[in-house]
C-alpha cells in the first residue's frame, strides 16, 4: 500500500453505506481507505490516527454518546466529515457547526467535493531521489 496516498477512515455503522462511500471516493481519488465501526476507534490510539487525513463519521439523531469520539478525533486534529440519515442535523451538530455535513444516501459528487475539501493537505515525497 502507497504510504503517500491520503488516508480516509470510514466510520459507520452500516457496512452497505460504508462501503457505497468508499465505491464513490475511490472512484474519484487516489486514496487509502479503512472501513470501521465508530465504536472501534476506541482501540486507535494517537499515533494511529496521526495517519488518518479525513474520517467520515456517522452521526446519530443523539449525538451524546458519539462526542466523546468525536472529540477525540479533534484533539488529534483529525479533519471531519459527518455523514447521517435524519434531516436534525444537516445544519450542522449542535457545538460542531464548522464540521459540514452529507446526507445518505450519498449523491456521489456532493460526497467527493466535500471530502476534497476536508482532506488533509500533506507535503508530497519529491517523484525522483538523486543519489549523486
Not at 476506541?42 to 495517519?51: I, V
Not at 452529507?102 to 517523484?127: F, N
Request: net charge negative.
Amino acid at each position: 500500500m502507497e504510504p503517500f496516498l491520503p488516508h480516509i477512515l470510514i466510520a459507520e455503522r452500516e457496512f452497505l453505506i460504508a462501503l457505497d462511500a468508499e465505491y464513490l471516493i475511490k472512484a474519484a481519488l487516489d486514496c487509502r481507505i479503512t472501513l470501521v465501526r465508530p465504536d472501534q476507534l476506541d482501540q486507535w490510539d494517537e499515533t494511529a490516527l496521526a495517519d488518518v487525513d479525513l474520517c467520515l463519521f456517522t452521526v446519530p439523531f443523539d449525538t451524546a454518546r458519539m462526542r466523546p469520539r468525536i472529540e477525540r478525533l479533534m484533539e488529534a486534529q483529525v479533519p471531519l466529515l459527518f455523514t447521517m440519515v435524519a434531516d436534525i442535523h444537516l445544519l450542522g451538530v449542535e457545538g460542531l457547526e464548522v464540521i459540514p455535513v452529507v446526507r445518505k444516501p450519498y449523491d456521489g459528487e456532493t460526497l467527493v467535493s466535500l471530502v476534497r475539501g476536508q482532506l488533509r493537505q500533506r507535503p508530497q515525497p519529491s517523484g525522483r531521489i538523486d543519489q549523486n
